[in-house]
């Protein structure tokens, strides 16, 4: 494109911004609803993840050791737990610590133990696998690698909550390909068809362009401009609008959400969610104009030609 | 540009004839007068020339050229070579006057301060030198269509189209206007006006195109003692 074809672009783009700025406002405004409820779902399924991701955090193996280790034996043991591939740590508690911990963890009631040698527990190593491995098959074959050593005694792991989990993921991971797609689908069907509607009340410039011989690009660029404009200021209220929400109802979300499953917090976007939904906004509004512009000026030709 | 139309028809839907079979030859170089009363199909034949429409039946070659047969990319190099006077003006309404008839000569390519130059010389000498700034909307009907003028002028076409051209103005700036067109002729430009002031036909003696309900009556003279009703 000639350097004067540009100004002239730029110059198009300016002119309409001026005289026209409630219908792009309120084209921008459209998007940014929509655009919204995409950021909503974002935010939903980042949360979600996370949720996740904490619950997977409490899944360990437990290997009870048989008998009471050398302190040389002990740490080849851990040593040769700890250089598995799966393996992210291991932590050793000894029948001391697992009597205190028990203490503790009765509370009130823990007169209950009064009389009990402070030995009756066996002193265990507790494994945690590395995130995005903590799938069942995974936890069987660290667990049966386990088992193998002759100071272990025996070796326990969640599998029933292991396996609900993993479902729960893949569920989730599925879920957001599928409802993530139709979002972006509406939106993107949401901003095309508003596109449309502004660029409907503009058909007699384009018109008139074509009949002083405009080409093709020379015509839709300053539109595909627009769009893409209108996507970026859309996005950005869409992300402005999230971000007071979040702001106000923070602590109701939090509290409704702790309570029903133990969270403590809920997060806002990260900055690649969030320059993600700016530049979902930008690229859809480049995108639905072009295509909305392709659409109209198809059906004019062929609805003056063809008669 | 030379102009041949071969059994050229037009109709619209349901069924109402606008063109039929017309066959017409105009020269390149040729300034030539469309007639007919109201309805006679004379912006039609002249939408048929830029692809504005297409029509039902036949062929129209400009320069040798089956027009009905040009592509997006085609029509649009078509109408580069060709300026047009529209009855119903169109013009851009966020744009003032100067810069409606820059635009023409800024999607061929000039500069902005080409155009704006080009346009400043052509509407002063319309008659418009008070009023580049103004929007399109403030003109009288005149000055609108002298606008028009001045933006189908401003890129030198080779084959002219006006409908109605000197309709919304007084004889005086008529006669300049057409002394325009005569001028736009001698540079070698084919000139087609659909016109039904018979003073103006009159005055400038060019071959007249009578059509009269789709159909043409004479193409071949510049007699314009025709039945009064055409007028």
């Keep these: ?307 | 540009m030379r102009i041949q139309l071969r059994h050229v028809s037009k109709t619209f839907p349901p069924r109402q004839r606008a063109l039929a079979d017309i066959n017409l030859e105009i020269s390149k170089g040729e300034l030539v007068f469309i007639c007919g009363a109201s309805g006679a199909g004379k912006s039609t034949l002249l939408k048929l020339l830029f692809r504005e429409l297409d029509p039902s039946e036949g062929e129209i070659l400009i320069d040798g050229h089956d027009v009905t047969r040009l592509r997006s990319r085609g029509v649009t190099r078509l109408r580069r070579k060709i300026g047009l006077v529209f009855q119903e003006f169109r013009f851009l309404p966020a744009l003032n006057v100067l810069d409606n008839v820059a635009l023409a000569a800024q999607v061929l390519g000039a500069s902005k301060k080409q155009s704006r130059v080009k346009a400043h010389q052509l509407l002063k000498e319309l008659g418009l030198k008070d009023r580049y700034d103004a929007k399109p909307f403030m003109l009288s009907g005149g000055e609108q269509q002298r606008v028009a003028i001045a933006r189908a002028l401003i890129n030198e076409p080779a084959l002219l189209i006006a409908d109605e051209p000197t309709g919304n103005i007084d004889d005086d700036l008529a006669d300049d206007i057409m002394q325009l067109f005569v001028k736009i002729r001698d540079r070698g430009a084919t000139v087609v006006i659909a016109t039904h002031q018979r003073a103006l036909i009159q005055r400038y003696g060019a071959r007249v195109i009578k059509l009269e309900r789709g159909f043409i009556t004479d193409a071949s003279s510049n007699n314009v003692s025709m039945p009064e009703y055409i007028w």
């Design chain 1, 1 to 307: 494109m000639k350097l004067s074809f540009i100004g002239l672009v730029f110059r198009q783009v300016r002119s309409s911004l001026r005289h026209l700025c409630w219908s792009h406002m309120l084209t921008s405004l459209t998007m940014a609803l929509t655009l919204f409820v995409f950021g909503a779902f974002m935010m939903l399924q980042a949360n979600l993840e996370q949720l996740l991701m904490a619950w997977g955090d409490q899944i360990h193996i437990t290997a009870y050791l048989a008998r009471a280790l050398e302190p040389t034996e002990l740490e080849g043991l851990l040593k040769r737990v700890e250089i598995l591939p799966e393996v992210e740590r291991v932590r050793y508690t000894s029948q001391a610590q697992a009597w205190n911990d028990f203490q503790s963890a009765l509370g009130a009631q823990s007169g209950l133990l009064e009389g009990l040698p402070h030995d009756v527990l066996p002193a265990s190593i507790e494994i945690t696998i590395k995130r995005g491995q903590r799938d069942s098959s995974t936890l069987e074959q660290v667990a049966q690698r386990v088992r193998g050593e002759k100071a272990i005694a025996s070796v326990e792991y969640p599998q029933q909550w292991v396996e609900r989990l993993g479902l729960t993921v893949l569920a989730v991971a599925w879920g957001k390909w599928i409802v993530g797609g139709v979002f972006f689908l509406a939106t993107f069907f949401i901003v095309g068809s508003t596109v449309q509607l502004a660029l409907y009340a503009r058909r007699g410039e384009i018109e008139i362009m074509q009949l002083v011989g405009a080409s093709e690009t020379l015509i839709q660029a300053p539109f595909v401009l627009e769009g893409m404009l209108q996507g970026m200021v859309g996005g950005a209220l869409a992300l402005a609008a999230l971000w007071g929400g979040y702001t106000l109802l923070r602590e109701q979300i939090e509290g409704f959400a702790g309570a029903l499953w133990s969270v403590g917090y809920v997060r806002f976007l990260d900055l690649e969610g969030a320059v993600f939904l700016v530049a979902t906004g930008w690229i859809l509004g480049a995108i639905g104009s072009l295509v909305s512009l392709r659409r109209i000026v198809k059906t004019w030709r062929s609805s003056v030609v063809a008669v």
